[in-house]
């Protein structure tokens, strides 16, 4: 799920939350694998070039599938259009 919000002419913030599930006969313990909840701002210098600065709480299950790490992630990212 995902929500794009202009804020100005300029800037949008984007806000996400994906969860992510195994799923299969070969799945021995659950089937919930990570959630990921994502906020970042988007600055359009123009119609062919922006940037996004952002944050990511990634909860992902461990290889054991009875642990789970939290990881904080930070994210900027370059587009560029042809």
Known sequence: MQLIWQVASRWTLKV????MVNWGRYVARNTFDQNRIYVGLEYAFSKQ?????GYM???????????YYLRDVGRVSVY???
């Open 49 to 53: 070039i922006r940037a996004e600065i």
């Open 57 to 67: 709480s990634l909860w992902q299950q461990s290889v054991s599938g009875d642990l």
């Open 80 to 82: 560029q259009r042809f």
């Open 16 to 19: 996400a939350d994906e969860i």
